[in-house]
């Protein structure tokens, strides 16, 4: 799980040591494990909210680990042309290499570590594949997207697109090195990631090595969702026992607490973790498909917009894909 890693991670800049005496650590209020199952062409996810309320997860609506899958010559795979409104799609790749393509001119290739923050915002069209090399060669295929809602007020707003590369992400550590923390979007302890948000957020991966921990301070007014990647380990103060599929929701407090267990597969020889963490909107959310808006009626124009050819129209000059499977 290589995402992006250091040489030597001691140089980095190290988190404040908390004051135990003084840190309301967050406790656990649920531990889910995602049920598995497909997408797009055929590549297999796991469903990381599964089983979680909505009110829990705000600002986020959903999150797919897509593989880790090591894939034969002619099986990589991607998804159809398909549409969205009304949110963001956050595509992370942590080994392999995905293709994007929007019908409003957003795009390109995203690798090891690279981030690509899509804003759907009034509506597109996209489409995401493995390139034609992949799809000769095979390869392994791990990353992660999360569906970020948008306030009320930016629903409508034109679509961006956002190339983050791995290298532009903030790295820092713990105070023993035991750690390596990627930050993608916000801010953890003072440390801002590159990516641009419209309502408060902070998202990122964590690598904690065999038998660290790692005390996370964490803005009280965010939620907190830890889903884990990889690995083994515990969290919570209480040190309830994770691995790879499961999410931990974490109820109030100022700090996140988590370790990795001393021995370890061979396979994930770390705990991996992706840490999110948002001001929740409260507003009400109307769900469907590849459309999240506030009201039923918002929802019906959007498939009634897409129809009409009001979400864009597919380039000339576009992605090869399989035709009549099912979007993201």
Same mark, same amino acid.
């Given at each position: ?7 030597? &991670? ?17 406790? +656990? ?6 049920? *598995? %199952?497909?997408?797009?062409?055929? =590549?297999?996810?796991?469903?990381? =909210? ?17 593989? #880790? !899958? ?7 795979? %991607? ?7 009304? =949110? ?5 790749? &942590? ?68 190339? &983050? ?18 930050? &993608? ?20 991966? !964590?690598? !904690? ?16 969702? +830890? ?31 988590? *370790? ?42 959007? =498939? #009634?917009?897409?129809?009409? %050819? ?19």
């Amino acid at each position: 799980m290589p995402a992006v890693t250091v040489d030597d &991670i001691l140089v980095l800049p190290r988190l404040d040591r908390l004051d135990e005496t003084s840190t309301a650590f967050r406790p +656990v209020r649920r531990l889910v494990t995602a049920p *598995s %199952g497909f997408e797009g062409e055929g =590549f297999p996810v796991r469903r990381a =909210f599964a089983g979680v309320p909505m009110h829990e997860l705000d600002p986020f609506i959903h999150l797919d680990q897509m593989g #880790e !899958v090591d894939y034969a010559p002619g099986e990589p795979k %991607g998804t159809a042309w398909h549409p969205h409104r009304g =949110f963001e799609t956050v595509t992370y790749i &942590i080994d392999g290499i995905f293709d994007h393509q929007d019908s409003n001119g957003g795009g390109g290739t995203i690798t090891n570590g690279d981030t690509q923050w899509m804003t759907a915002g009034s509506g597109l069209l996209h489409i995401e594949a493995p390139p034609e090399h992949l799809v000769v060669s095979g390869g392994l295929f791990h990353g992660l997207q999360l569906w970020v809602n948008l306030p009320r007020v930016a629903k409508m707003n034109p679509p961006r697109y956002q190339d &983050i590369r791995g290298r532009e992400s903030a790295l820092l550590t713990t105070p023993d090195g035991g750690a390596l923390i990627r930050v &993608i979007a916000g801010a953890v302890d003072g440390h801002q990631g590159p990516g641009s948000t419209h309502t408060p957020i902070t998202i990122a991966h !964590v690598t !904690v090595q065999p038998g660290a921990r790692v005390d996370l301070p964490w803005r009280p007014d965010f939620n907190a969702l +830890v889903y884990v990647l990889g690995g083994r380990g515990t969290v919570g103060t209480d040190r309830r026992p994770v691995h790879t599929g499961q999410l931990a929701v974490h109820g109030p407090g100022d700090a996140l607490r988590f *370790s990795a267990d001393a021995r370890q597969d061979p396979h994930t020889p770390a705990l991996d973790l992706y840490i999110m963490g948002g001001q929740p909107i409260r507003e009400p959310v109307a769900h469907y498909g590849p459309f999240v808006m506030n009201t039923r009626d918002e929802l019906l124009q959007a =498939f #009634e917009d897409y129809q009409a %050819g009001r979400l864009g129209v597919i380039p000339a000059e576009r992605l090869p894909h399989t035709d009549g499977q099912q979007p993201v």
